[in-house]
């Protein structure tokens, strides 16, 4: 009898844990199509929690309706239409629809029908929130906040900002979205490769963000991940979605063996079989998807980069000509100084430490305020048995390090380097 | 329908600005003819012109309920807007279609605003 009972009525802390794994979810798509049906986000936002503070209590009591996305949905739009039918705007239309009655149009038709989210909803959601016209921090925000669900505390904790300032730019982008009229809709064929791109690097912006501090900002990675996912589907057609993708999941797979009780391990020391084999066949798999189709792009490359150093069992059996090949197919569609560090480091394992200096030496001015160049600096100068210029490239890592688990690996090598001396 | 205003600025500077060659500014004068009779042609041209420069400004405020006219530009600055279109355009995405085309004309930035066309305030009112 007891089972029995438990499986009708999982208890309430089951159940709660359940209605925030749908709210999760569905958040973004149905924000997405009340945005499609009203045109306006605020009204969406707002109708959509509307509908979760109803779900958390009805189906707290009842339980999970079967299609939670859709009743979601239907109740949001229901009560957008009775916000709507508030403002003054919302009556001239209800009264210009019945005076129309003659089968003129219904501004509410749309709204009315039974409304299932369309997966399309999302993608017109995220060319608005990634439009070139808002600028990156503002993009990132929108994205969280609508496609992702994350509230704005949420949000603001992962960016090291305030909330009140975190509010305030997501403000400012929604009011520019609507006082400057930015579309609601997926970009001319013709567009959509040049208006993917900032879309692409806004997913893996929140990626980045979430390496930081690890379980602090797990869920930025979570998100990512998750519109990474959604991307492949949405835009089948584009080779880069699907490289980011690959990208996210082969860096994830090994994020618990990267960091280890709150120090950093380099890829050299990692305990591979801590790596995430399932992530990684997925990487794979398509890594090759991608190599089939014969478009390489920069997100593509650098899975690549990645699906190698999966591939190998020890750092040591590391193809290393074949990454550093990758790295110049990189440089050459992306030719920044961060792609140059990155190649200087791999140079470092097929030509040496001094070839790999020499290159360093090249962006060092450029990239003097980044901790990874003085990382990658000291590590070959140490190799070359220079201990005292080593130490000096590690303090500098250290200053600028941006996470405490970097900043300690570089503080302890700098007390091996002294012990050393 | 909006409107947006598609507006450039010139910059103040000491040296005088080096004047483009007579062939250049026939090739300008080209691009922008053709540029608005496209314009026209889609009911996009509102309105628009260029502005002579801030020398030729003049500032008018309420002084002890008497205007005082003070010589010169409203705010000092460095740049000044230069000239401006009107345009009617669907959305950002076509606005910021005719500022490239623009851009292109008259080889400057483009700043494409919202432009929030209420015609005469009177006609706004609530009716008495």
């Known amino acids: 009898m007891a089972g029995k009972a438990a499986r009708v009525d999982p208890g309430p802390v089951e159940t709660i844990r359940r209605i925030e794994a749908v709210f999760r979810d569905v958040y973004g798509q149905a924000v997405a199509t009340l945005v499609r049906v009203f045109g306006d986000i605020t009204l969406a936002e707002d109708a959509v929690q509307h509908a979760f503070v109803v779900a958390a209590e009805r189906w707290g009591r009842d339980g999970i309706p079967p299609n939670p996305a859709g009743w979601i949905v239907t109740t949001a739009r229901n009560r957008a239409i009775d916000q709507h039918r508030r403002t003054t705007r919302g009556r001239e239309l209800e009264s210009e629809a019945g005076d129309a009655s003659d089968g003129g149009p219904d501004p509410f038709g749309e709204a009315l029908q039974e409304e299932e989210p369309v997966p399309d909803d999302r993608l017109r959601l995220i060319f608005t929130c990634c439009h070139p016209a808002l600028r990156i921090e503002h993009q990132v925000a929108l994205t969280l906040r609508l496609l992702g669900g994350l509230t704005t505390e949420e949000i603001a904790r992962g960016f090291l900002v305030t909330e009140p300032a975190m509010a305030r730019r997501l403000g400012r982008a929604k009011y520019k979205i609507k006082a400057a009229k930015i579309p609601y809709r997926v970009p001319a064929q013709s567009d959509l490769a040049q208006r993917l791109k900032p879309v692409l690097s806004v997913v893996y912006l929140i990626y980045n963000a979430g390496t930081g501090e690890l379980t602090e900002r797990a869920m930025l990675r979570r998100e990512a991940v998750r519109l990474g996912r959604a991307l492949v589907i949405l835009v089948p057609d584009e080779p880069e979605a699907a490289g980011l993708l690959a990208l996210m999941l082969l860096n994830e797979s090994r994020v618990h063996a990267r960091n280890v009780d709150g120090a950093l391990v380099l890829l050299r020391d990692q305990n591979r079989s801590r790596w995430d084999r399932d992530l990684i066949s997925e990487g794979h798999s398509l890594v090759r998807e991608c190599v089939r189709r014969g478009r390489p792009g920069p997100l593509q490359l650098q899975a690549a980069i990645q699906a190698v150093h999966c591939s190998a069992e020890t750092f040591e059996a590391t193809d290393w000509p074949q990454i550093v090949a990758l790295y110049d197919h990189l440089l050459s569609v992306l030719p920044t100084p961060v792609v140059a560090l990155n190649r200087a480091i791999a140079v470092s394992e097929t030509d040496g430490p001094a070839a790999a200096l020499e290159e360093l030496d090249l962006i060092a001015i450029e990239l003097d305020g980044y901790s990874s160049l003085h990382a990658a600096r000291a590590a070959t100068l140490r190799s070359l048995g220079r201990i005292a210029e080593a130490t000096d490239a590690y303090s500098r890592a250290a200053e600028l390090a941006d996470s405490s688990a970097d900043r300690k690996y570089f503080t302890e090598q700098i007390q091996e380097l002294g012990l050393a001396r | ?128």
């Open chain 2, 1 to 128: 329908m909006s409107q947006y205003l598609l507006s450039t600025y010139s910059v103040e500077s000491e040296d005088a600005p080096e004047m483009p060659s007579p062939d250049d500014m026939q090739q300008m004068m080209q691009g922008i003819i053709a540029l608005e009779a496209e314009m026209d042609a889609t009911g996009t041209f509102v309105f628009g012109g260029h502005l002579h420069g801030p020398d030729a400004a003049t500032v008018v405020k309420q002084e002890d309920a008497e205007a005082i006219m003070t010589d010169g530009p409203f705010v000092e600055a460095k740049e000044h807007i230069a000239g401006f279109y009107i345009i009617n355009a669907d959305d950002l995405d076509a606005a910021l279609g005719w500022a490239g085309k623009v851009s292109a004309c008259v080889n400057r930035p483009i700043e494409v605003q919202p432009f929030a066309a209420t015609g005469r305030v009177a006609d706004q009112m609530p009716d008495a």
